[in-house]
């Protein structure tokens, strides 16, 4: 039986190459595939393989005393899901451009919004209401085809461009609400909310475990709506089998979740699409610009 795990624990790695060392040979050790990102600030991780081999991971990992109260999340999945398992060593292990700014120490990260359960969620929604918000610290193309109910979306292609937005004035009106923050698995937001009450948000909260977390406990019968964004192979996950198709195909407007590559290799970019207009070669591509430059007989990637 195969099994995804997914981790992260913002805590001072004096000698990250060391980390990255230690952490391939485990992996090999145990055949695992995925993505393990290793920085001054921590680790952020997710990896494939069997489930007895998974075991031994955390158990192993586990063993380091920065890691040793680390919280692991199980997700469905397969080793095959990666195409190999890389490694590595980068300035942050979540790319906002404010490695500088973010302040780690053995207890976490300094200054980030307070941590609320899915219950919790719950709680100070029915207790404020309208003065409540949810902000999502994803991509803008992830908050597409699930988010949760009247969210704010900010307009962003990678995380990067967080902290230009947050300091446009567009979501100023928001400083004096309860805001709550959302992300995949919670990683985000342990460094979007130190960023967001260092530029004037005053009541910060962070969903602990992310999205992933609350949709195990309340699927698609609460807050949440849509498909959840994955990055691997899978491109996405849903939590029941009456999960709604929030996402527009960008052919005909017809409500969709599936998103491909565009079929021109030199853009790549995601096309959210329909099943029926996926069936449809000439509609494999992001515009209208990609599909011409295709010339006529040369293959392109679907």
Known sequence: MQKILLYYKFTPIKDPDMTRLWQRALCEKLNLKGRILIAEHGINGTVGGELEDLKTYVKETKQWAGFKDTVFKWSDGSRDHFPKLQ?????EIVSFGAGSELQVTDNGVVDGGRHLKPAEVHELYEQYGDDVVFFDGRNAYEAAVGRFKNAVVPN??????????????????????????????GIRCEILTPLMKHRGFKDVYQMDGGIVKYGEQYGDDGLWEGNLYVFDDRMGITFSDHAKDIGTCIHCGGATSTYVNCALASCNELVLICESCKQDPAKLYHTNNCRTTVKPGVAAHA
């Open 156 to 185: 962003t292609r990678t995380s990067k461009d967080f902290i230009r937005e947050l300091e446009s004035g567009r979501y100023d009106h928001l400083k004096d609400k309860k805001v709550i923050t959302y992300c995949t698995g």
């Open 87 to 91: 490694v590595k060593v980068r300035p």
